[in-house]
């Protein structure tokens, strides 16, 4: 059962992600998208150019942008299964609706990984941060992060698939729930950006928060998505 | 579906107006005469407000996360009316708390806005419960799963948001504060939670004997049109 399981889940998350390199639509679209949203930032905060604010403005900005993005691929990935009605098929195979949970969010978390190591480069420029100091702890971060929050949206964004306003309500449903992420990884990211840090003893302590709280959320997922989606 | 005769559901709820009438009657004089507080003065009488009002946003989450599960995992429609009610009752008693916290913050603090854990927790609580309510109107055909999923991730957030802004410096008064209270301020306050209690209590009955109501007549109209489908 567990291997099928783990089968299923790879072979979900593989076809999202063939689709994706095909068209490669969502990857196009969330990097423009998340560029720009770096750009706005960086122009709108351009007159706070205190020094000593500067890595925790970069991490927050790097993490706001991750989020707005996310949103957008989030919606993205399970819309697919609206076109042709391919979500009844996915649902009547005889893949558990676990796998299909898991799949989907390891299919959305890679996309999003892709489009915030952009981010992080961009950011790193526009606000003069030495983002790559310390990379495995930024790359631990950035995992842990995008995993928590798409554990979170993959439950929404399905559960929305069959409404109209989907667009405007999953942000609305999901950045409420996600905050302790947001706050937990921005904290992190900052303690990395910065030079003048001491130790990296809150980063560790982040990263042992984002595990906590992504193995709750994945947890949850798991439990909650066959009861939202089984009406479809 | 059993129902209860509306006389005696008319009765219930005139019992417990009065109830709530006359423990509110009696909590105001109580709060009236209960001893001003040396340094902030009248201001601090907020607090007989604003404390039953944040305990009853807490216990309306807790109440929409059980309804929530119940709805989810056993099919209880009841529960989902409960759990409807309680949100709805969470963003009345949340908005209470985020206005009178302010004003008091603003008189004893200098400052209306502090983020703060508990602070911080309430909002986020207050935000959720408004996020519940807009899924539930706008949600399309999956509303109700996509919100009970929604109060499930809410209610585990509680502590997640909590730890997480621990970390900043508090400086809103601990909840020892009530056993460190003057008897005459201790009596009054007990008496205020209990009058809010039984307010919330009165509230969410009428809100959902109101839910019942509309189940009721959607059951009615099938009803009928099953047998104008069979006239015909």
């Known amino acids: 059962m567990t291997g099928s399981f783990w089968r299923f889940t790879l072979l979900i998350a593989l076809k999202d992600l063939r689709i994706e390199g095909r068209s490669r639509e969502i990857l196009y679209t969330m990097g423009f998208s998340a560029a720009l949203v770096v750009l706005v930032f960086s122009f709108a905060l351009a007159s706070a150019s205190d020094p000593a604010q500067g890595p925790i403005l970069a991490a927050g900005v790097l993490w706001s942008s991750t989020l707005f993005t996310g949103t957008v691929a989030l919606a993205r990935v399970l819309d697919r299964e609206r076109e042709n009605e391919s979500i009844r098929s996915l649902l009547l195979s005889p893949a558990p609706r676990a796998a299909i949970y898991a799949g989907k969010v390891i299919a959305t978390s890679l996309l999003m990984l892709a489009v915030e190591i952009l981010l992080t480069v961009l950011v790193g420029v526009l606000f003069s941060t030495g983002v790559f100091t310390h990379l495995v702890w930024l790359a631990v971060i950035l995992l842990l992060g995008t995993l928590g929050f798409a554990a979170t949206g993959v439950v929404f964004s399905a559960a929305l698939l069959r409404s109209r306003s989907r667009e405007a309500l999953l942000g609305a449903l999901l950045f409420p729930i996600v905050i302790p992420v947001l706050l937990a990884a921005s904290r992190a990211t900052a303690c990395l950006f910065d030079p003048l840090s001491p130790d990296l003893d809150p980063v560790s302590f982040w990263t042992r928060f984002l595990l906590a709280t992504d193995v709750i959320y994945i947890s949850l997922g798991l439990w909650v998505f066959e009861p939202v989606v089984s009406g479809d | ?232």
């Not at chain 2, 008496?191 to 007549?217: C, G, M, P, Y």
């Not at chain 2, 059951?219 to 489908?229: G, K, N």
Request: net charge positive; proline share 4%; aromatic share 12%.
């Open chain 2, 1 to 232: 579906m059993p129902t209860q005769p509306p006389s005696s559901r008319s009765l219930r709820f005139s019992i417990l107006s009065a109830i709530t009438f006359l423990l509110f009657v009696i909590a105001c004089n109580a709060i009236a005469d209960a001893p001003r507080e040396i340094t902030m003065g009248l201001v601090q009488k907020i607090f007989y407000f604003h404390v039953p009002c944040a305990w009853l946003l807490m216990l309306s989450t807790l109440v929409c996360a059980g309804g929530s599960i119940a709805y989810l995992f056993g099919g209880s429609e009841r529960g989902d009316r409960i759990a409807l009610s309680s949100a709805e009752l969470g963003v009345l008693f949340g908005l209470c708390v985020l206005v009178s916290g302010p004003l008091w913050a603003r008189a004893a603090w200098g400052v209306y806005w502090q983020w703060e854990a508990r602070l911080t927790s309430s909002l986020l609580l207050w935000l959720m419960m408004v996020a519940y309510v807009l899924a539930r109107r706008y949600g399309g055909p999956s509303a109700r799963r996509l919100a009970a999923a929604l109060a499930l991730f809410a209610a585990i957030d509680i502590p997640l948001v909590y730890f997480s802004v621990r970390y900043f410096r508090s400086i809103h008064p601990q909840t020892t504060v009530v056993s460190t209270l003057v008897p005459g301020m201790r009596g009054a306050f007990w008496l205020s939670l209990l009058a809010f209690t039984v307010l919330w209590w009165l509230l969410i009955s009428v809100r959902v004997a109101v839910e019942d109501r509309a189940a009721e007549i959607i059951d009615l109209e099938v009803l009928l049109d099953q047998a104008e489908e069979k006239k015909a």
